[in-house]
């Protein structure tokens, strides 16, 4: 059952487990999952959460949705957020529109994401490197945005990036890249030297089968 106050007066609500939707007065249309979900909201309205704790210290943030333990678990005031996963977006207080998918995403545990706002999170462990960043997307396990308004796919292991169909490849490594790696299949392709080695600029290009030209 359920552990609605019996002094609310909020609509449309529906809590499953214990202390869900606890303090709740006036907030309506809520869902409520799991033990501690949505404890402690009052005037919160349209917030869906499943599992242990989830959304349980949010009070007046509305259209917040929380599947996975924890998920959202610190958010108070913070809006229009969706975390999918254990611990998803489990620091962020009062930050608005931010969407995470995959345990902890959205989530540092040496530099708590308090206040990062409308940022895309899909992956085991995505986050950003500081507090305070917004508009930002990453994807991938262990990728790390460092700045506002940054696209990051995948982590610093990551080598190459291609595009199906023309297979175009974007390659970072050390040192002059191998003709093996430039094929007529993926003629255009870059490569980026990451320790300035052979010629003084450091971009290449596959401009015919085996031959990288330095730009």
């Not at 959304?55 to 913070?78: F, H, I, K, M, P």
Request: with cysteine; aromatic share 6%.
């Amino acid at each position: 059952g359920g552990s609605i106050q019996t002094s609310s007066t909020g609509t449309g609500n529906l809590a499953v487990g214990g202390g869900v939707l606890n303090s709740n007065t006036t907030g309506s249309n809520n869902v409520g999952v799991g033990q501690g979900a949505l404890y402690v909201n009052t005037t919160g309205t349209n917030n869906s959460a499943l599992g242990l704790n989830t959304l349980n210290a949010n009070t007046t943030g509305n259209e917040n949705t929380g599947v996975g333990q924890g998920s959202l678990s610190a958010n108070t005031t913070g809006s229009d957020n969706t975390g999918v996963g254990k611990t998803t977006l489990a620091q962020i207080v009062a930050a608005t529109g931010n969407t995470a998918i995959g345990d902890y995403a959205g989530f540092n545990s040496s530099t708590p994401m308090t206040t990062t706002s409308y940022s895309t999170f899909i992956g085991l462990n995505a986050n950003d490197s500081v507090n305070g960043l917004t508009n930002d997307v990453v994807i991938g396990y262990n990728a790390q945005a460092t700045q506002s308004n940054e696209i990051m796919i995948g982590n610093s292991a990551v080598t190459q990036m291609c595009f199906a169909g023309g297979r175009a490849c974007w390659y970072s490594s050390s040192g002059v890249p191998s003709a093996g790696l430039c094929t007529s299949g993926n003629i255009g392709s870059l490569y980026s030297n990451t320790d300035g080695s052979g010629p003084s600029l450091t971009l290449y290009v596959c401009t015919a089968s085996g031959t990288w030209t330095a730009k």
